[in-house]
T-cell receptor, first 117, second 109 residues
Framework: GAVVSQHPSRVICKSGTSVKIECRSL??????MFWYRQFPKQSLMLMAT?????????EQGVEKDKFLINHASLTLSTLTVTSAHPEDSSFYIC?????????????FGPGTRLTVL | GQNIDQPTEMTATEGAIVQINCTYQ??????LFWYQQHAGEAPTFLSY??LDGLEEKGRFSSFLSRSKGYSYLLLKELQMKDSASYLC??????????WGAGTKLIIKP
């Protein structure tokens, strides 16, 4: 099946610093990637939809200046959490849609656990 | 508004069968997905239904009734490793995935 990688898997940073998370589709091209956030014991919350070569579409309530998304190629999207604060501590998961598949299924990366001290 | 309902938690016995229900109200319908998510891990794909009926894949089956806005995931011959959260998601008319809150399944020996 299609593989999506995410890096880093875990990051601990000080408050006020910026953190970049990479999401790569390894064996397929993904014109669309999605970024989710999941707090403990809660469901996935879509943050933004990232389209290759264009600006990301952010969900209501998600600050686009705080969560910078760059989708520079068909296999790479990055999420940068700028000036991170403890309330940004969460599990960040990316997914990529394989348009070549019958269902346009989303394949998920393994997630990045961010802890802001 | 858009809404996906599924039970918060279910308990079942190893070796038994369990059915996890999902009802939905969305703006348009372009398929329903079931995902499994173990604690601290990303979701993994289980099944996809776009037409009415039952899709069987090994120990797991998923059923869809579009007229009723209803789906279920059936897990047979339960194993301890099946303890996880099961997420129902519907793709709406904009091809966005609308997620349910997930059902935590606890398997007891």
């Amino acid at each position: 099946g299609a593989v999506v990688s995410q890096h880093p898997s875990r990051v601990i940073c000080k408050s006020g610093t910026s953190v970049k998370i990479e999401c790569r589709s390894l064996d397929f091209q993904a014109t669309t990637m999605f970024w989710y956030r999941q707090f403990p014991k809660q469901s996935l919350m879509l943050m933004a939809t990232s389209n290759e070569g264009s600006k990301a579409t952010y969900e209501q309530g998600v600050e686009k200046d705080k969560f910078l998304i760059n989708h520079a190629s068909l296999t790479l999207s990055t999420l940068t959490v700028t000036s991170a604060h403890p309330e940004d501590s969460s599990f960040y998961i990316c997914s990529a849609r394989d348009l070549a598949g019958d269902s346009g299924e989303q394949f998920f990366g393994p997630g990045t656990r961010l802890t802001v001290l | 508004g858009q809404n996906i309902d599924q039970p918060t938690e279910m308990t079942a016995t190893e070796g038994a069968i369990v059915q996890i229900n999902c009802t939905y109200q969305t703006s348009g319908f372009n398929g329903l997905f079931w995902y499994q998510q173990h604690a601290g891990e990303a979701p993994t794909f289980l099944s996809y239904n776009v037409l009415d009926g039952l899709e069987e894949k090994g120990r797991f089956s998923s059923f869809l009734s579009r007229s009723k806005g209803y789906s279920y995931l059936l897990l047979k011959e339960l194993q301890m490793k099946d303890s996880a959260s099961y997420l129902c998601a519907v793709r709406d008319s904009n091809y966005q995935l609308i997620w349910g809150a997930g059902t935590k399944l606890i398997i007891k020996p």
